[in-house]
């Protein structure tokens, strides 16, 4: 378990390398996205592998939070009429 989580945390960093060096704010978003997913997958890995069910909570506030960025994303670059 422990080597899939390095795996994904590997995985996770050459995709960032690529994200970040895009021009626009969205690859930045994108960044973001792509941290939250990977650390989502190493917590639920960890959980399983240490035997500690409360990193399950935690990975869900994790992706609680991610959705929250993005739709913060969303409605900062193009505003809702009228709000």
Do not use: C, E
């Amino acid at each position: 378990m422990f080597l899939m989580a390095a795996a994904v945390l590997g995985s996770v960093a050459l995709g960032l390398w690529r994200v970040i060096r895009g021009p626009t704010r969205a690859d930045a978003m994108m960044a973001a996205q792509l941290l939250g997913s990977g650390a989502v997958a190493v917590l639920l890995l960890l959980s399983h592998a240490m035997a500690r069910p409360h990193l399950v909570d935690v990975a869900l506030v994790v992706v609680l939070l991610a959705a929250m960025v993005s739709v913060a994303f969303v409605r900062r670059l193009k505003p809702i009429r009228g709000a």
